[in-house]
């Protein structure tokens, strides 16, 4: 059974840094790419992040420059390094993994979620 435990939300003050981590554990042979979600109080969930096994990475427009997506293959651990941050960017953070396991199958992964909050 493959697990993924997200940790590293709170509250923040706009212009702080926060660091998001996601470990994913169990059959895992491989996982390719890894994500972050994203979703506002009343709004739909959106991607926030992609990085591939080879570190390629790709952001949406909102967070260029200010958030930095890395992982630890040997860990299988994604993090997420958010700063500058902004009130907008308050959400509840959720790790996404594209997993296959030793025995061949394929699963698609989430975390459990983590509340951001930017506030004064």
Same mark, same amino acid.
């Given at each position: 059974?493959?697990q993924l435990v ?13 660091r ?9 042979f ?14 739909e969930?959106?991607l926030?992040?992609?990085?591939t096994?080879?570190?390629?990475t ?6 260029k420059?200010r ?5 630890? %293959?040997?860990? %299988? ?6 700063? %500058?941050?902004?009130?907008?960017d ?5 790790? %996404?993994a ?23």
């Amino acid at each position: 059974q493959v697990q993924l435990v997200e940790s590293g939300g709170g509250l923040v003050q706009p212009g702080g840094s926060l660091r998001l981590s996601c470990a994913a554990s169990g059959s895992i042979f491989s996982i390719n790419p890894m994500r972050w979600y994203r979703q506002p109080p009343g709004k739909e969930r959106e991607l926030v992040a992609t990085i591939t096994s080879g570190g390629s990475t790709d952001y949406r427009d909102s967070v260029k420059g200010r958030f930095t997506i890395s992982r630890d %293959n040997a860990k %299988n651990t994604v993090y997420l390094q958010m700063n %500058n941050l902004k009130p907008e960017d308050t959400a509840v953070y959720y790790c %996404n993994a594209q997993i296959r396991t030793y025995s061949g199958g394929y699963y698609n992964g989430w975390g459990q979620g983590t509340q951001v909050t930017v506030s004064s």
